[in-house]
């Protein structure tokens, strides 16, 4: 349990936790692409229903692409840590605020498991890693 962690899974767990960053930026483009439908809607009235869809479609995949990219960076923070076991502070927060956050949205069961992974395995994440000991060189 010592051991110091992997640099591979430092790696696959910093970009799994900036790929949630998509949900947001979906987020921001469902926002945006539901004003021009309303905007469409309100100019054009249902009497161009191609545009309208057009409009509902653009929202749709930037819903769909944020969805998608954040449930790679998922996958990959959970190969991190178990697979990897990459422990670290950090890692700790990251579980505890993210999967709070995602226990009142769709991702409710990846939410939960984060939460109650980081709890449990607490002692793994907040001990000090201890480098091991290089052997000494006598010239």
């Known amino acids: 349990m010592n051991e110091p962690p992997s640099n591979n899974g430092?790696?696959?767990a910093k970009i799994g936790a900036w790929l949630q960053l998509a949900q947001v930026i979906g987020l921001a483009g469902t926002v945006a692409g539901m004003m021009k439908a309303f905007q469409v809607l309100g100019t054009a009235g249902t009497s161009d229903p191609a545009k309208l869809s057009k409009a509902i479609g653009e929202v749709l995949w930037s819903s769909f692409a944020g969805i998608a990219v954040?449930?790679?960076?998922?996958?990959?923070?959970?190969?991190?840590?178990?697979?990897?076991?990459?422990?670290?502070?950090?890692?700790?927060?990251?579980?505890?605020?993210?999967?709070?956050?995602?226990?009142?949205?769709?991702?409710?069961?990846?939410?939960?498991?984060?939460?109650?992974?980081?709890?449990v395995k607490k002692d793994e994440f907040l001990q000090p890693v201890t480098p091991q000991a290089q052997p000494v060189r006598l010239s």
Do not use: E, K, N
Request: charged content about 5%; aromatic content about 26%; some cysteine.
């Open 10 to 12: 430092a790696i696959i």
């Open 70 to 119: 954040a449930l790679v960076g998922l996958i990959l923070v959970i190969i991190a840590i178990t697979a990897c076991r990459y422990r670290s502070v950090w890692m700790f927060w990251f579980l505890c605020i993210y999967g709070g956050l995602m226990s009142f949205s769709y991702f409710f069961p990846f939410g939960l498991f984060f939460l109650i992974y980081a709890l």
